[in-house]
């Protein structure tokens, strides 16, 4: 099974900010998905394929690295932006989640 | 519009067993691969099983296989999550999800819990 451990599990950040959260992968994989999730509600995809925005997704995220090591940044943090986002692989079965980075607003 | 709508769920002693159902709308169901995730009470996201668009092909975490089963009914645009012999490791919102390039559109979910 691949491992993905997302780094930081928790962080604030101040509007304006720039963020960026890494995960790492036990074994390489092709590509890296990440998704969003506000509390109470159902995750909604947010970068496909590595660096591909989802349709609605704001210029300010993006995506990028390869093999076992990828992140994920927002430009400028907005306060729409808090909520936990999880990175996500499906190369090789089972496909896994990692354990999530609960982004607030400082 | 896409919809998926689940249902279901409920309390449950172990071992016994639940259905859940997901009616899809707003797009040629019969078309996609369809899948289950599940999340615990805060904790993060599980891939539970998929079943490919013909129906002929299923897939389950090792956690699940030979205990769940995933189906579906084309004509009535519905994905299926039958649970049997269910633990409390069951426990958690059960989500169905569409599959095109990622998983692009998601149930609200619906809770399961398993306690005696």
């Known amino acids: 099974e691949v491992v993905l451990t997302q780094s930081p599990t928790t962080m604030a950040a101040s509007p304006g900010e720039k963020i960026t959260i890494t995960c790492r992968a036990s074994s390489s994989v092709s590509y890296m998905y990440w998704y969003q999730q506000k509390s109470g509600a159902s995750p909604k995809p947010w970068i496909y394929?590595?660096?591909k925005l989802a349709s609605g997704v704001p210029d300010r995220f993006s995506g990028s690295g390869s093999g076992t090591s990828y992140s994920f940044t927002i430009r400028s943090m907005e306060t729409e932006d808090a909520a936990t986002y999880y990175c996500h692989q499906w190369s090789s079965f089972p496909w896994t989640f990692g354990g999530g980075t609960k982004l607030e607003l400082k | 519009e896409v919809q998926l709508v689940e249902s279901g769920g409920g309390l449950v002693q172990p071992g016994r067993s639940l259905t859940l159902s997901c009616a899809a709308s707003?797009?040629?169901?019969?078309?996609?691969?369809m899948h289950w995730f599940r999340q615990a009470p805060t904790k993060g996201l599980e891939w539970v099983a998929s079943i490919s668009p013909s129906g002929g092909d299923a897939y389950y975490r090792d956690s699940v296989k030979g205990r769940f089963t995933i189906s579906r009914d084309d004509a009535k645009t519905t994905l299926y999550l039958q649970m049997d012999s269910l633990r409390s490791e069951d426990t958690a919102t059960y989500y169905c999800a569409k599959h095109s390039d990622y998983f692009d559109y998601w149930g609200q979910g619906v809770m399961v819990a398993v306690s005696s």
């Open positions: 394929e590595t660096s």
């Open positions: 707003g797009f040629t169901f019969r078309h996609f691969v």
